[in-house]
């Protein structure tokens, strides 16, 4: 590949440093209904966020700068639009690059909104990168930066990478897919996405051990993996091994969209830990429809085996005519 001239790239870099969007304007003014809103779906109770002195938290930057469903037509505001970012897509398009998908977000806060500060924008193509071949085909990242202003202020930019490509070609077909085989090998089980903020948790489970995090501020245990405390902020952290003991809290059952290496319905489960946490896992040893709230359920480590290796995941096992709760 890197010996072919890749004419397409070429046309897409001179895109790099076009407007994307100029002189937009925010379709309201930062308010409070829309930070009270926020702060209940994202269930933040900073005390910073309310009362006579309150700013926006600082991840709704984006949402100062959207249309919304109704978009930015007749009300205030405006997109600032320019055709550049819809060119280059059709160029991409054109080229059989005809799948989208959003891969990463950067922000960077410089100043604190305030109710009644009345936001603009302006974006930028920032660079297109060079061919890539992912396991979701070949394409490029394209990468967007709006710089976010109040007045003359820069309070905070938005960087926004998409990649554009041809999907990968599938062998098989469609119902053979559908059915999860591939040439009578059965597909491979999704991997989890390991990176450095839970990379502990996977290496737990490789030793066939459940670790929650542990705030070593406020001792408040937490699951998922996360790089910080949600009760108080605090950066560190230590683990506890989970026992083993739960209780299925919630569950749905999935018949559609089927996927491939597994087979549908099956039941997928939100077990709470007996210390507390929950966990998203699959529940075994039962039908799928006989899963229900308060069912207890017990840790196990199930491996599979496929072309890929082996793979290890926390499953939870139905504990048989025993349920929890008031029973
Ligand atoms: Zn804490």
């Not at 001792?219 to 605090?234: D, F, I, K």
Request: hydrophobic letters at 35%.
């Amino acid at each position: 590949m890197s010996t072919v001239v890749d004419e397409l790239g070429a046309r897409l870099k001179t895109y790099e440093g076009r407007a994307a969007a100029v002189a937009g304007k925010g379709k309201d003014p930062v308010n409070e209904p829309m930070i009270r809103h926020w702060c209940e779906a994202m269930g933040d109770t900073n005390p910073a966020y309310v009362g006579p002195d309150a700013v926006a938290p600082p991840t709704m930057l984006q949402a100062w700068t959207m249309g919304g469903l109704s978009g930015y037509t007749g009300r205030t505001g405006r997109t600032g639009r320019t055709g550049a970012y819809d060119e280059l897509f059709d160029l991409l398009d054109e080229a059989g690059c005809t799948s989208v998908v959003a891969t990463d977000c950067e922000q960077e806060y410089l100043r604190p909104l305030r109710p009644a500060d009345e936001v603009t924008f302006d974006a930028v193509i920032e660079s297109v990168s060079d061919r890539k071949t992912t396991k979701l085909g070949t394409g490029y990242f394209v990468t967007t930066r709006m710089d976010v202003r109040v007045g003359p202020y820069l309070v905070g930019t938005h960087r926004f990478r998409i990649l554009k490509y041809a999907p990968a070609h599938k062998k098989g077909n469609g119902k053979e897919r559908r059915e999860g085989k591939r040439e009578g090998v059965r597909a491979r089980r999704p991997r989890p996405v390991v990176n450095r903020d839970n990379a502990g948790f996977w290496e737990g489970v490789q030793r066939h051990q459940l670790l929650i995090q542990r705030c070593t501020d406020c001792g408040t245990l937490r699951h998922p993996w996360l790089p910080g405390c949600n009760a108080c902020g605090g950066p560190d952290w230590d683990t506890i091994e989970a026992s083993g003991e739960g209780t299925v809290y919630s569950y749905v059952v999935m018949h559609h969209p089927p996927f491939p290496a597994f087979d549908p319905p099956y039941a997928v489960g939100l077990i709470e830990l007996a210390e507390g946490v929950r966990i998203v896992s699959n529940v075994v040893g039962v039908p799928y429809d006989k899963v229900r709230i308060g069912l207890l359920v017990r840790l196990e480590f199930q491996r599979y085996d496929d072309e890929d290796g082996p793979l290890v995941l926390p499953v939870f096992r139905a504990q048989e005519d025993r349920e929890g709760g008031a029973g």
